[in-house]
């Protein structure tokens, strides 16, 4: 058997890439992703990160071709494991979806149809897409709804969504995006609508089932926190574009941006400081706010005149950082 690829090499092709994605709206000329570049070897995680409306969701549904009514790529390219996805007949990308790469959505109940028995929502991907036997798939089925912590696989099997709470609703489309140990797993935003315990367990399960597929995760989030120990390949989102990029966690943040986001997080409960919390003033652009210079400008406590003029271009400041910013050109 081949040994899983190291992704800290630096020789380890990247299982997805996305470079220069740009997305528009028909109806106008504001680009929600702007010039997005984005890579992920196998077995990598990495954290997409950003206020609400930043793009992130749209950079999802970009690279699984579930782009929302109106919606255009207008630039770029996106490659899996080799594959133009972008060029690829509608056909067989949509195979892809559900074999080689697996979805999370934010809400397990978009995602669960309310009259099909969780056993036969999970036994229909063993049969249609890997040719399984009713039997085969039935037994595929217990065993996968077991590893992601259900107690009871056989009651299970035989329920209905609304029967299960938040949390064992989200291990079944956990359940439903591993079955075919997908190379890369997009997970967006899979905890908003859980408890902060729920979320927790949820997060170390995706954690381990993953780890142990060696799949590649793209973990979507507006929590920071939840990167901890789980994600050390960042992305910060903001308005549509990168504003930072790094391999190295978000313990010490450069662009005055993440900056703002860090010292915005409550004090993690191991944490006896007793910090401040700041919040970061102001909001995010929204569509009608065409601004040519940076993004953050408004809001930023370090902005000089140049900042609003024009974009500042994301610049590699060492090796696994890059930043946009021009008061960080150099570290
Ligand atoms: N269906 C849509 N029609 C028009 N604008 C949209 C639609 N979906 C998203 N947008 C816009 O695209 C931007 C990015 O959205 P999204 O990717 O959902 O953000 P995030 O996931 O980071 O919260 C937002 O400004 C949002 O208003
Ligand atoms: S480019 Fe200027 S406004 Fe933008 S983040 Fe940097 S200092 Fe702030
Ligand atoms: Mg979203």
Redesign the pocket.
Known sequence: MTPPLDPSSPSTPPLLEIANLSVA?SQGRHL?IRDLSLALKAGEVAGLV?E????????AFSLMGLL?H??KIRGGKISFEGLNLLALDPQKRRSLCGSAMGMIFQEPLSALNPVITIGEQVAEIFRYKAGKTRQEAKELSLSLLSQVGLPNPKAAFKSYPHRFSGGMRQRVVIAMALALNPALVVADEPTTALDPTIALQIINLLRDLTAARNSGVLFITHNLRILEGFARKVFV?YA?LILEETERGLKSPVHPYTQGLVRALPPNPSERSGRALIPIPGGAP??SDDLPGCPFAPRCPEREERCALSLPPLKTLREGLKVRCFRRETC
């Open positions: 709206f929600p950003g609400s409306g930043s793009g992130k969701s749209l950079t929302p109106g919606a989102m549509g929204g569509p």
